[in-house]
């Protein structure tokens, strides 16, 4: 498949499944190593070191809504498309494939923000007869990815939820957070935010192979303390859980997320839907060899047979013994380390406040 490369969680352009036409490249010889005529600032970037490139997008709308019942959100906004974090495994690589992009290295490497989207949160909030309801910043992308250090969407779309006073969640894997503190810090006050922070495991070895651009594993859990020293509720995401790969750090992770502050826990079984399944099999070759056939067998066993299952309730944790295993392992460390005893955190959406449109009489009230 081709060698790895540094910063990258993929090492191949997969084509996209609505793709009619594939290329492959193929050495003809002619290209000479360290030949003028080769070089990289001549010929084109080196296929060994791929370049972030950023689109800007004007999106349409931005926030997205679903039905389904295994999340726990029902509003979703997404400021980017792709992530530079790379992770291997992320679920969302398949949406790149709408945009007759590859799901491997383009994903990570074609990024698209739309620049618009504060501006459209605000229209969209304004609307009459909206109806509050948590939103979940950054499901398929992460929005603290590299990226939003420069363009800074995130915090613009978190100060328009302040403005609103409008609940919202938000899963990462970069201390970049903390940025943000003195707008989360407010949000926190009035229960209108809450920070999971997903943590795959905590050996930075392992997690730099499986999302390489994504913070360290003790950077997360160090922004996670700052943010409760804050008083912004956080909690912990143990996500993918891979057999034999990480999912014996699964105690160890809880545990570590508690004492820095957590107060709720969970945990997704990793997902391989479409382009994802043959990326996944390729990072399993190329870095544990020798359990990629265990690994792929023991996912099949939970997945009645199959890389992938789609079903609710089902493509979250699987199914049969192994399966089982992990629900009562996560259960006895939940208890353990002492997340059942803390209240849940719930988000107020009473508090939600639009602005309302300036009026030639004023205001008398």
């Known amino acids: 498949m081709g060698a790895t490369i540094k910063g990258r969680g993929s090492r191949q ?5 609505f793709e009619t036409t594939t290329t492959e490249a193929v050495d003809d010889g002619w290209t000479v190593p360290g030949h003028p005529a080769t070089a990289d600032d001549e010929s084109g970037p080196d296929p060994l070191r791929p370049r972030t490139e950023v689109r800007e997008e004007t999106a349409r709308s931005i926030i997205s809504r679903n039905s389904s019942p295994d999340v726990g959100f029902s509003q979703s906004v997404n400021p980017y498309r792709g992530c530079e974090h790379g992770c291997s495994y992320c679920f969302a690589r398949p949406s790149h494939a709408y945009l007759n992009l590859s799901p491997g290295l383009d994903f990570e490497t074609k990024i698209f923000a739309k620049t618009n989207a504060p501006e459209l949160l605000r229209r969209e909030l304004s609307r009459k007869g909206y109806q509050p309801s948590p939103i979940a910043l950054g499901i398929n992308t992460d929005a603290y990815q590299p990226l939003e250090r420069r363009l800074r969407l995130t915090r613009q779309l978190l100060e328009v939820m302040l403005e609103f006073r409008h609940p919202v969640s ?20 009035q229960d209108l935010v809450h920070v999971h922070f997903s943590v795959t495991s905590l050996d930075p070895h392992l997690s730099a192979k499986l999302e390489p651009r994504a913070a360290a594993p003790h950077a997360r859990l160090r922004a996670m303390e700052k943010l409760h020293a804050a008083g912004v509720p956080v909690g912990v995401l143990f996500a993918p859980t891979i057999p ?19 107060s709720s826990a969970s ?18 070759q190329a870095h ?53 005893g803390l209240r ?17 009489q004023g205001e008398l009230f």
């Open 13 to 17: 352009y997969l084509p996209g499944r």
């Open 267 to 284: 945990y997704i079984l990793l997902r391989l839907p479409h382009e994802v399944a043959p990326l996944f099999r390729d990072w399993l």
């Open 288 to 340: 544990v060899p020798d359990r990629a056939a265990h690994v792929m067998s023991t996912l099949q066993q939970m997945r009645d047979g199959r890389d992938y299952e789609s079903g609710f309730g089902t493509r979250m944790r699987g199914r049969g013994r192994y399966a089982d295993l992990l629900e009562q392992r996560f259960v006895l460390a939940w208890r353990r380390f002492g997340y059942a």
């Open 344 to 360: 849940g955190h719930r988000l107020d959406c009473s508090r939600f406040a639009p602005p309302r449109a300036a009026s030639p």
């Open 244 to 262: 034999w790969v990480n999912d014996h750090e699964m105690e160890a992770v809880l545990e570590a997320a508690r004492a820095a502050g957590a």
């Open 170 to 189: 938000l899963v990462t894997k970069n201390a970049l957070v903390e940025r943000d503190l003195d707008l989360l810090q407010p949000l926190a006050e």
